[in-house]
């Protein structure tokens, strides 16, 4: 008998264990809490399609080398399948099958008509060239043939692969269809550079997301962001963005960390010189206008908002307790874990969970897709209000389920988008 | 000021990490605390690969390469027919002919 999804991970020896575990603990809590129809809850328990291929490429020295890629579809009953590549060693298919459940969840709760996908291929992009790099693209996309396509299968960049590849991947496919249908087919990936049909506002589309939807719990809480102080973990895309657009409401940064370290300044750091002293020194490690701390009393820092914006697993059973804010804004994904979240709702800190938080990116992949299926270019402006909308509506969606369901903010996250599948399930019904 | 540097993990033991901090370049000055049992599987400063030529160095943009390989070019233009892919054309005094030679039994290629 086939494993479920949520079994095939538990059986996974412990160092393979990692972040998708919260989400299937939350998945099955959420399902649990909403009476989820058992056999709805079983079509989402297990992937509808797992693509392992094989295939050759030619390195510089002439020789052949054989690599393995990955494409799995959870489920796209929504829409098509969207989701990233990556590129790394460790790239395996319970890594890409856990990544394509959590993309089915993210897109149902952005309400985009999308499903969830994952894929990736088990190499070390640090050892190839430029040229190698390309004929790999290039030939698993051959590889994988049908099985992607711009109304069922869509890729975007993620670990190890950009804009560069995703051009790779747009070209090697248009070349494989009739020249009538080239054009109507450069929606195969998002995540293209602009001049090759890329959206405005890509860039800066998660810490966007994300500061719509701290204006939002603002608005809802009668919180004035004027003068509120916020600190923030990562200053990479996400991190130095939502610095950066929550700096006109008059918020004061307090506090930032990174991978070099952490800096604090209760005064206030200037997002936008912050910047650019990143940008040049790769790391915020030295800033003159702010003192060095250490992790503990980074996370000690008196502030009004947190916003995680690096990785995975930061807001644990030892974290979670030094907090001392009213709101957790998560950037990042699976910033928290079980105990963390436990801890925050005992202190009665308030949580927009990643899931909600950070869908500005796919978001915007979606409004990519859609200017190319419709052969439009929008202004950045008019990207930034549909993106507007898009997160108030999912962020009243959220609060209304969670306050329907006297739950938390993530669960109620969760039964937004159970409740958006299923009722499809129930519309539609199974096949025959 | 400084910000204060925590201890580092050692790049060997990281490599057994299956998490993307294994290929990240980051890694070697990346100080956030991390549990080798819950490997990282998506991070918001994980900085990508850097493609290698087959020596081994950086190619610094496909512009360059392509700059350098229009020099090389440019460098064996003066040379017409078998003579600009012999490997002992510069080394070569045999007489040549000024429309080029087409056939030769010293040409040699790079195999």
């Known amino acids: 008998m086939e494993l479920a999804i949520a079994d095939k991970i538990t059986q996974k020896p412990a160092i393979k264990r990692n972040v998708y575990e919260n989400v299937t603990q939350q998945f099955n809590k959420a399902s649990d809490l909403m009476d989820l129809d058992p056999d709805i809850r079983k079509i989402l328990a297990t992937t509808t399609n797992e693509i392992i291929v094989h295939f050759p490429a030619i390195m510089d020295n002439g020789r052949i080398e054989m690599f393995t890629g990955y494409r799995v579809q959870h489920n796209n009953v929504l829409g098509p399948y969207k989701g990233g590549l990556r590129y790394h060693p460790a790239v395996d298919i319970d890594e890409v099958r856990a990544l394509a459940t959590w993309m089915t969840w993210k897109c149902a709760i952005a309400g985009i008509p999308f499903g969830g996908a994952k894929g990736g291929i088990a190499f070390d992009p640090s050892k190839h060239s430029f040229g190698e790099m390309e004929r790999i693209t290039r030939r698993f996309t051959y590889a994988l043939n049908g099985n992607i396509g711009p109304e069922y299968d869509i890729p975007a960049p993620d670990v190890n692969t950009n804009s560069q590849i995703m051009a790779w991947i747009l070209d090697t496919y248009l070349s494989s269809v009739t020249p009538q249908e080239r054009n109507r087919s450069i929606h195969i990936v998002t995540g293209k550079p602009i001049a090759s049909g890329g959206s405005q506002g890509r860039d800066k589309a998660t810490g966007q997301g994300t500061v719509f939807c701290i204006e939002q719990w603002a608005k809802d809480k009668n919180f004035d962001l004027n003068n509120a102080t ?118 009665n800190i308030d949580l927009l969970p990643d899931i909600l938080c950070n869908g500005g990116g796919v978001i915007v992949s979606y409004f990519e897709w859609l200017q190319n299926k419709r052969s439009e270019s929008w202004e950045l402006e008019e990207v930034d209000e549909r993106l507007r909308k898009k997160v108030i509506n999912a962020y009243k969606k959220v609060k209304n389920t969670s306050q329907e369901f006297n739950t938390d903010w993530r669960t109620g996250a969760y039964i937004v988008a159970l409740s958006s599948i299923q009722e499809v399930y129930r519309t539609r019904g199974i096949f025959p | 000021m400084d910000a204060v540097v925590r201890k580092i993990a050692p790049k060997k033991e990281e490599n057994k990490n299956p998490g993307i901090c294994a290929s990240c370049k980051n890694l070697n000055f990346c100080t956030y605390p991390r549990n080798q049992s819950r490997p990282i599987m998506q991070c918001e400063e994980f900085l990508g690969f850097e493609p290698r030529t087959k020596q081994g160095k950086k190619v610094v943009s496909l512009r360059l390469y392509q700059a350098k390989t229009r020099k090389k070019e440019k460098e064996l233009s003066q040379y017409k027919g078998l003579c600009r892919y012999c490997v002992n054309c510069e080394q070569c005094t045999l007489p040549r002919s000024e429309g080029g030679v087409w056939i030769c039994d010293e040409y040699m290629d790079e195999e």
């Open chain 1, 230 to 347: 916020y600190m923030i973990q990562g200053f990479g895309n996400v991190g130095s963005w939502a610095a950066k657009l929550l700096k006109p409401f008059g918020s004061k940064l307090v506090a930032v960390e990174d991978h070099t370290g952490a800096i604090s300044n209760p005064e206030g750091i200037d997002p936008d010189k912050l910047a650019i002293y990143v940008k040049e020194r790769k790391g915020v490690h030295g800033y003159p206008a702010a003192e060095p701390v250490d992790h503990e009393s980074f996370f000690k820092t008196k502030a009004d908002i947190f916003i995680p914006a690096a990785l995975e697993n930061q807001i644990t059973a030892e974290t979670a307790p030094l907090l001392n804010v009213k709101l957790v804004a998560e950037g990042a994904n699976g910033p928290t874990d079980i105990e963390g979240d436990g801890i925050l709702q005992e202190k």
